[in-house]
């Protein structure tokens, strides 16, 4: 079972930045990519950003393309969201995520992390 350990959220003021990083125990053969998802208040949880775990795709929601950049560590199986340019519809519980490709759909997930907020103030 793969375990996945969040950290990096908080408040900031909009045009701000933020790094969240997700370390994953460890890869199986259940996953092939990992990606971000976030929950707003009353919203439904929506893909933000996902790679393959080799690297050589990535996927960016229309809302972040160009803002946000997800990355990988392999030697140490953790995932990275850098967060530019942020604004107050960012505002959500953000989760990391490992399953199989794509990782933009939630059926797609098998593991979730235990999410963290980021609050992007006007």
């Known amino acids: 079972q793969v375990q996945l350990v969040e950290s990096g959220g908080g408040s900031v003021q909009a045009g701000g930045s933020l790094r969240l990083s997700c370390a994953a125990s460890?890869?199986?053969?259940?996953?092939?990519?990992m990606g971000w998802f976030r929950q707003g208040p009353g919203k439904e949880r929506e893909a933000v950003a996902s790679?393959?775990?080799?690297?050589?795709?990535?996927y960016y929601s229309d809302s972040v393309r160009g803002r946000f950049a997800i990355s990988l560590d392999k030697a140490n199986n953790t995932v990275y969201l850098q967060m530019n340019s942020l604004k107050p519809e960012d505002t959500a519980m953000y989760y990391c995520?490992?399953?199989?490709?794509?990782?933009?759909?939630?059926?797609?997930?098998?593991?979730w992390g235990q999410g963290t907020q980021v609050t992007v103030s006007s």
């Open positions: 995520a490992a399953g199989r490709f794509p990782c933009t759909l939630v059926r797609s997930i098998g593991t």
């Open positions: 460890r890869y199986t053969s259940r996953v092939n990519c």
């Open positions: 790679t393959y775990t080799s690297g050589a795709w990535t």
